[in-house]
């Protein structure tokens, strides 16, 4: 079969962790309705949550399904039931699961010569299936999970190394050659980019398969950083194709519900809570997959909420701390106190659901970009703390340049427990996102990007145009594989 309207297979090969699984899932879900085949790859663990979320649109005869490839535990010496980045607990046990991950390239060739699809997308996190696709004679596309913003500001950050110019951690430089005159210091970048580890040199490879690939799905939309996605196209020279918010393809309460884990709440019992309370009147705090704040700073988090006086819904990541009987970080008689006024879930939230209910009126995040584009998506300004990864990054986007945000004040990066930051912080800055003219001027704003995202995604909207492209150049490349288009 050939031509320019047959049929297209796309592979969706997402790295292990929630934040980067999540978004594959919804891409591979917008994928099939705009007429391809998908398949996506997982591990054994995590093969039920994902065919859990495709559940419906495979039921109703999309044509999408889910694969498994094994990573090689044993061998790296890692448990049984390490095969996700969130059940990774020290460093080591990180560039063990690294190494596991690098060593599926024969795995996934098998998987392409069976199933021949026509193109591989991957996480920037798995660099080497440039390798496995080029064998394979298919083009492979990077999937970042993360704005323009932040992939142009973390490599002009690279390229021209700011903040060795600077005589101290905290002192501000003014990232070179970016748009926006947008402000960091030394002490919000990440170890990697600071000095030379492992990490830096597998983040060289990750750029280098960047440039060598066929181009970058993003999951933005043009309209929400138009100079940093022209500066991403044109000053680093990467094509790119914006299809996002991916959010947005979940259109029923099920679907909104049905992301990533297991959800810690019946989500009927959730909206039923969320429908009594009036319009933008509650808090929603939660700290996505990764963070694991000590019991000290949940107690922190807890005195604030309640000294707020606001409604809330706060989200606690179930781990060692937040077993049954080991709530130290819980103030004595807590939960009576607040049942009027704040749910607390414990473990899995429907997030989307909650943020795109009318009665949520801000968000207290760890920025990670799927959190900060769901917000966005929904119109609800946010509190902004950091901690890892690119969050930073994320940060001074909401608050510098969409003006959606207010920041709590954290000054670190580290890899996961953060800045400690005060109850009376958590108290002043649930206020402001919530009451008052300020809220309401960020609010005006974050309802008006929502809209955009909105039409960004609908037919002839930005997203949906450039998905549009992107199919048709893959198909262009599938009928005459060995032109360069
Ligand atoms: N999420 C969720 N329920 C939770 C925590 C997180 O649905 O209780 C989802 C959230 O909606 C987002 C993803 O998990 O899609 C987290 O990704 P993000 O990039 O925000 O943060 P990460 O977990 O990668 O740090």
């Not at 063990?96 to 193109?119: S, Y």
């Not at 690279?158 to 402000?183: A, C, M, W």
């Not at 309460?253 to 809570?273: F, H, P, Y």
Request: aromatic share 8%.
């Amino acid at each position: 079969m050939g031509g320019a309207s047959r049929r297209l297979h796309i592979f969706f090969f997402p790295f292990m962790a929630p934040g980067h699984m999540i978004p594959m899932i919804d891409m591979a879900k917008l994928f099939t309705m705009r007429g391809c085949k998908s398949t996506l790859i997982a591990t054994p663990y995590d093969k039920p949550t994902f065919l859990k979320s495709i559940e419906k649109f495979k039921d109703s005869g999309l044509n999408i399904d889910v694969v498994n490839v094994t990573l090689p535990l044993k061998e790296v010496g890692l448990p049984e039931d390490c095969d996700n980045l969130n059940r990774v607990t020290s460093m080591q046990m990180r560039q063990q699961f690294m190494r596991a991950i690098m060593m599926l390239d024969q795995q996934l060739e098998l998987l392409i010569e069976k199933l021949a699809p026509d193109c591989l997308i991957s996480d920037m996190f798995l660099p080497w299936t440039i390798e496995v696709a080029a064998k394979c004679g298919i083009p492979r596309l990077v999937f970042h999970g993360t704005s323009a913003f932040s992939i142009a500001g973390t490599e002009c950050v690279r390229l021209y190394e700011p903040h060795k110019k600077v005589s101290s951690d905290s002192e501000p430089f003014v990232i070179p050659n970016f748009p926006g005159q947008i402000t960091l210091s030394r002490m919000q970048l990440q170890d990697f980019v600071k000095e030379e580890t492992e990490f830096t040199k597998f983040i060289d490879k990750v750029k280098e398969s960047e440039k060598r690939s066929f181009g970058v799905v993003m999951n933005s939309f043009y309209e929400l950083e138009p100079a940093y996605v022209d500066h991403y196209r044109t000053f680093l020279g990467r094509r790119s194709w914006l299809i996002g918010p991916l959010s947005l393809c979940n259109k029923e309460i099920e679907d909104k519900a049905n992301r990533g884990k297991q959800i810690s709440i019946d989500q009927l019992e959730c909206l039923k809570w969320l429908d009594s309370r009036l319009t933008n009147s509650v808090i929603y705090i939660c700290f996505g997959s990764m963070v694991n704040f000590t019991a000290a700073q949940l107690h922190e988090i807890a005195v604030g909420l309640e000294a707020a006086g606001q409604q809330f819904i706060w989200v606690v990541k179930k781990d060692a701390d937040v077993e049954e009987g080991k709530e130290e970080w819980l103030p004595d008689g807590y939960e009576s106190r607040i049942q009027n006024m704040g749910l607390i879930i414990r473990g899995w939230a429907p997030q989307v659901l909650i943020l795109d209910h009318e009665a949520v009126g801000g968000f207290v995040t760890h920025c990670g970009w799927n959190s900060t584009l769901e917000a966005v998506t929904a119109g609800v300004p946010m509190v902004t703390w950091p901690v890892s990864a690119e969050q930073f990054y994320n940060e001074k986007f909401v608050t510098q340049v969409l003006k959606i945000g207010l920041d709590i004040g954290v000054k670190n990066w580290s890899r996961s427990i953060g800045d400690s930051v005060k109850s009376e912080r958590v108290e002043e800055a649930v206020k402001r996102v919530l009451v008052g003219e300020e809220a309401e001027e960020m609010r005006r704003r974050a309802k008006a990007l929502a809209e955009m995202a909105r039409g960004a995604v609908e037919e002839g909207g930005s997203s949906w145009s450039d998905l549009g492209a992107l199919l048709q150049v893959l198909r262009l490349q599938s009928s005459a594989p060995n032109e360069k288009i």
